[in-house]
């Protein structure tokens, strides 16, 4: 139980669930429907274990061939000399989470005005605006899209996760780090998820999580879903999350100590006798299935899945 007010009550519900992709029918993503039964269910906390998106990244590489100007939907006149690069990341509706119009999300060379810790800056123009103005200027250089046009998992990703009201800590899964995605798309999963953790865990004093190299809470993006030590719901429950990114490589490689830090973290965090775990009452380990030092059975090649 965990209490909203001093003399109100009411169970604390977790969901725990993963490899739901987004809401992509043609492709057999249903992560709507999954979500949507958790939601109609009062569901505090969802504990996700890898394989958000399936999506990964895609994005449109260009160079300007002739100088070209834009207007962004900012009302900001850009000019562009030949050879300036121009990235093409996806197309916003409008209508999610931080989206101020519909357009396409381009990357150019960063202004004076450009805050960030991005290479480059996020603008927004108008269909109209991308045909007649710049898309005849520019050469594309990408090797191209799988349906002709860009996409970006992990914004598609957040702005569904929002979407829904329940408190949500997740891990990475093979699709993230490796299949569809690589260091870069599960970074910027972490950057997206930690903010969402921070809003709606941290800022509402309903959990708290720190890292096995950060041991300062509330933790760094760098750690989370990757040796994640969380408590919540009045520190009830303490959940680690194990991540596929830092803990599965090992047996390939043949070196490295990946496996037995994530063994040093489970004996650390559990033994944790500080007072901020002094109520913990439920333990949980969670990781992605498919991580070969950490799983067992069920899928070829178990013998090498030994925690």
Request: overall charge negative; hydrophobic content about 30%.
């Amino acid at each position: 139980l965990h209490s909203s007010s001093p003399t109100i009550k009411k169970p604390l519900k977790i969901a725990f669930v993963g490899d739901t992709g987004l809401p992509d029918h043609e492709f057999q993503g249903f992560g709507d429907l999954t979500m949507d039964m958790i939601e109609e269910e009062g569901v505090d906390l969802v504990v996700y274990a890898g394989d958000f998106d399936y999506w990964g990244r895609c994005w449109e590489n260009y160079v300007v061939v002739n100088p070209c100007s834009v207007t962004t939907q900012d009302g900001r006149l850009h000019r562009f000399a030949a050879g300036d690069s121009v990235l093409r990341f996806r197309w916003i509706t409008g209508t999610n989470w931080g989206e101020p119009a519909a357009g396409w999300e381009l990357g150019i060379a960063p202004t004076a005005a450009h805050v960030g810790t991005e290479p480059f800056e996020r603008v927004l123009v108008t269909p109209t605006a991308w045909n007649r103005d710049m898309l005849g200027f520019l050469s594309n250089t990408t090797d191209g899209c799988a349906n002709g046009e860009p996409w970006d998992g992990p914004s598609e990703w957040r702005n569904f996760v929002r979407g829904y009201d329940f408190d949500f800590l997740a891990t990475s899964g093979n699709y993230e780090v490796e299949k569809t995605g690589g260091p870069h798309v599960w970074a910027d999963h972490q950057k997206y998820m930690h903010k969402l953790y921070m809003e709606r865990i941290v800022d509402t004093n309903r959990g708290v999580c720190r890292g096995y190299y950060g041991m300062e809470e509330p933790g760094t993006i760098q750690e989370y879903g990757e040796r994640y030590s969380c408590l919540y719901g009045d520190g009830a429950h303490h959940i680690l999350f194990l991540g596929w990114y830092q803990g599965s490589e090992e047996r390939r490689k043949g070196t490295g100590t990946d496996g037995a830090l994530s063994v040093e973290f489970i004996d650390r965090e559990f033994a944790r006798d500080d007072v901020s775990a002094t109520d913990v009452r439920w333990r949980y380990c969670v990781h992605h299935r498919t991580s070969p030092k950490l799983s067992s059975g069920g899928q070829p090649g178990e013998a090498e899945r030994i925690l």
